[in-house]
């Protein structure tokens, strides 16, 4: 009933309601059979009467919360729950779920999917319109001088990590998100070590570097972050190793997924969760090789928001991503210079254990594994500064991390090593795939330098490969075809010992040729104008005496080839390309206390023999 005018009062939330409205309140509280909290006190009539709808009493009901947008113009609340405050994406179902519910409690009815619309559309604008800018993370933030991981208990607890050390807060500084598949981490325990970790994932001690090095990423959460690529014969422990290493960092429901068949389900997938891992793929096509390239970078993917309009949607997500099969997986020279690809040996059947035994140990041990990484990494950033950076490699913020985590923790500083063979062994793959890098190296290893045009390098690289593989599609049939795929191979052929280099002119000329000793150094002036050492009838040996020399020795007929490596500073490498056959030999020796390496190649490329003198 419309009260008097007299009687007509502006009601704000929490005042108290005229008797006659408040009567009919409190019958909504008696109703229930019990008596109002705060939140029922909200008048369910405006101050002239009339009854409130229910995307009023919503938009009412969420004034006390606070609002607030991210960069990409997204809204967001923040709903205390006991003492946690959970961050909600506005437009999100656990948002819908809490209005409904807050309506419930104060009418003990269910809200209409229009007033939820309208409730939700409200407040949305408020924080776009209104709100402050925050950046919003998922499981990992990585600040200016700390590293905040969500553990996605039911506290909303979080590890504060910095150079002095690591502690759980009960509130977080920064806005994480959660996903409906995330799941809670534990309470991570000081004292514990690594190397605990070790016995649940199958991976040699060559390589096991390789693995602490990808989680101390993973937990860092700073780009460009390096693949994981776990490639091993049926037996070899692929996903349960691939399961182990996201438990200690982004544990899911569906801890590995089904490979996406394009790029949009691929930006879906890294959406909802923090680490990517893809189980049991078939090989990898370039459309899947540049989406995982995209995750490691964080670059962005735009898209049309409607097929109405044309505006574009750009959605950019940096995510550590992990791919497991028994196919080489990886052939393509971006992703190869990005990730890192362990040895998985095939278990024994005395290292099979059941299941559920492996399990129980490793959720165990899962505490004190992550209390020790979490060590590692707050090591790290406290030597990062003073840690020079590696030789060789693409991700060399990530290495030097894990090198001074190494270092700052006392541990054997071995990362280094396993990285740079890594890279060595992801380039020779890399090249080993592609018809046309392979003929490139093969020209150089026999001609030692070369130049000339796109035309005749075509021309010359198609002399030395059969038909079958000129056929490829990766083998190029035009000019322009050539400085593509020369441009793409450019990275792991460097990482080979091959530099490629271009000449302006009349003519646009190519220029190939091997770097010295000094494997890094990749400038042009580093390839010599004159032939290599040929290696004929009468000449048998070749003394190599210069510091951090690369000696390349062609033979060109049955004679054995002899190369001396004398160094006494540093180590060399040696190569010798046999030009006839392999049978025909070729020996090392060495006159120093250094371990030196060397490579021996037969005519078609291929390494048949290699050692250490």
């Known amino acids: 009933k419309k009260p008097e005018a007299e009687n007509s009062t502006k009601l704000n939330i929490g005042d108290a309601a005229p008797d006659h409205i408040a009567d009919a309140d409190n019958m909504v509280s008696d109703a229930?059979?019990?008596?109002?909290?705060?939140?029922?006190?909200?008048?369910?009539?405006?101050?002239?009467?009339?009854?409130?709808?229910?995307?009023?009493?919503?938009?009412?009901?969420?004034?006390?919360?606070?609002?607030?947008?991210?960069?990409?113009?997204?809204?967001?609340?923040?709903?205390?729950?006991?003492?946690?405050?959970q961050v909600l994406p506005i437009r999100s179902k656990a948002f819908h779920a809490h209005l409904e519910h807050e309506l419930y409690k104060l009418t003990k009815k269910g809200a209409g999917g229009q007033a939820k619309q309208d409730a939700v559309d409200t407040l949305d604008a408020k924080a776009r319109f209104e709100g402050a800018t925050r950046e919003v993370f998922i499981r990992v933030a990585a600040t200016t001088d700390a590293v905040y991981l969500d553990l996605c208990d039911e506290q909303w607890r979080v590890v504060e990590v910095r150079a002095s050390g690591w502690q759980v807060l009960d509130e977080s500084p920064v806005m994480f998100v959660r996903r409906q598949d995330m799941k809670a981490l534990p309470i991570p325990v000081a004292g514990g070590d690594t190397d605990q970790l070790r016995q649940f994932v199958n991976v040699t001690d060559q390589d096991w570097p390789l693995i602490y090095g990808w989680l101390l990423a993973a937990l860092r959460g700073t780009t460009p972050f390096p693949v994981m690529i776990l490639q091993g014969e049926q037996g070899s422990g692929k996903s349960t190793t691939a399961r182990a290493l996201r438990e200690l960092v982004d544990?899911?429901?569906?801890?590995?997924?089904?490979?996406?068949?394009?790029?949009?389900?691929?930006?879906?997938?890294?959406?909802?969760?923090?680490?990517?891992?893809?189980?049991?793929?078939?090989?990898?096509?370039?459309?899947?090789?540049?989406?995982?390239?995209?995750?490691?970078?964080?670059?962005?993917?735009?898209?049309?928001?409607?097929?109405?309009?044309?505006?574009?949607?750009?959605?950019?997500?940096?995510?550590?991503?992990?791919?497991?099969?028994?196919?080489?997986l990886a052939s393509r020279a971006d992703l190869m210079s990005r990730a890192v690809q362990p040895e998985l040996p095939l278990l024994p059947d005395a290292n099979k254990h059941?299941?559920?035994?492996?399990?129980?140990?490793?959720?165990?041990?899962?505490?004190?594994?992550?209390?020790?990484?979490?060590?590692?990494?707050?090591?790290?950033?406290?030597?990062?500064?003073?840690?020079?950076?590696?030789?060789?490699?693409?991700?060399?913020?990530?290495?030097?991390?894990?090198?001074?985590?190494?270092?700052?923790?006392?541990?054997?500083?071995?990362?280094?090593?396993?990285?740079?063979?890594?890279?060595?062994?992801?380039a020779a793959q890399t090249v080993e795939a592609s018809p046309f890098a392979s003929?490139?190296?093969?020209?150089?290893?026999?001609?030692?330098?070369?130049?000339?045009?796109?035309?005749?390098?075509?021309?010359?690289?198609?002399?030395?490969?059969?038909?079958?593989?000129?056929?490829?599609?990766?083998?190029?049939?035009?000019?322009?075809?050539?400085?593509?795929?020369?441009?793409?191979?450019?990275?792991?052929?460097?990482?080979?010992?091959?530099?490629?280099?271009?000449?302006?002119?009349?003519?646009?000329?190519?220029?190939?040729?091997?770097?010295?000793?000094?494997?890094?150094?990749?400038?042009?002036?580093?390839?010599?104008?004159?032939?290599?050492?040929l290696l004929g009838s009468g000449e048998s040996n070749i003394v190599v005496t210069s510091s951090n020399q690369r000696s390349n020795i062609v033979a060109n007929d049955d004679k054995a080839a002899l190369a001396t490596i004398n160094d006494d500073a540093s180590d060399d490498v040696a190569t010798i390309?046999?030009?006839?056959?392999?049978?025909?030999?070729?020996?090392?020796?060495?006159?120093?206390?250094?371990?030196d390496k060397f490579t021996a190649y037969s005519d078609s490329g291929q390494a048949w023999d290699e050692g250490v003198v």
């Open 251 to 328: 544990p899911s429901g569906s801890p590995l997924q089904a490979p996406p068949r394009k790029a949009e389900d691929m930006t879906a997938i890294a959406a909802n969760c923090y680490v990517v891992a893809l189980d049991n793929l078939s090989g990898m096509d370039a459309e899947m090789s540049d989406g995982i390239c995209r995750l490691s970078t964080g670059s962005g993917i735009s898209k049309r928001q409607l097929y109405t309009d044309n505006d574009l949607v750009t959605v950019a997500l940096a995510r550590p991503v992990m791919v497991n099969g028994i196919d080489q």
């Open 577 to 595: 390309t046999e030009g006839v056959k392999a049978s025909s030999g070729a020996g090392f020796d060495d006159n120093d206390d250094n371990d």
């Open 354 to 426: 059941g299941e559920s035994e492996l399990w129980r140990k490793y959720y165990a041990k899962r505490p004190a594994i992550l209390g020790a990484l979490l060590d590692m990494l707050a090591a790290g950033l406290s030597g990062f500064a003073e840690q020079l950076p590696p030789k060789v490699g693409r991700l060399r913020d990530w290495a030097r991390l894990v090198s001074a985590a190494e270092r700052s923790s006392g541990k054997p500083c071995i990362f280094a090593d396993a990285y740079g063979e890594n890279v060595h062994a992801g």
């Open 439 to 533: 003929a490139v190296k093969r020209l150089v290893m026999r001609k030692g330098t070369w130049q000339g045009t796109a035309t005749e390098l075509l021309r010359d690289t198609r002399a030395i490969t059969d038909e079958h593989e000129q056929k490829s599609k990766d083998f190029p049939s035009t000019n322009r075809a050539v400085s593509n795929a020369l441009t793409r191979a450019a990275p792991a052929l460097r990482a080979m010992g091959i530099v490629i280099g271009h000449q302006h002119g009349s003519q646009r000329l190519i220029r190939l040729g091997q770097q010295e000793q000094d494997r890094k150094t990749s400038s042009l002036s580093s390839l010599s104008s004159k032939p290599l050492p």
């Open 32 to 85: 229930a059979g019990g008596v109002a909290t705060d939140a029922e006190r909200l008048s369910l009539f405006d101050a002239e009467g009339r009854r409130k709808s229910q995307a009023t009493l919503m938009i009412e009901l969420a004034s006390s919360l606070e609002l607030f947008k991210d960069p990409q113009e997204r809204g967001y609340a923040i709903v205390p729950v006991g003492v946690a405050r």
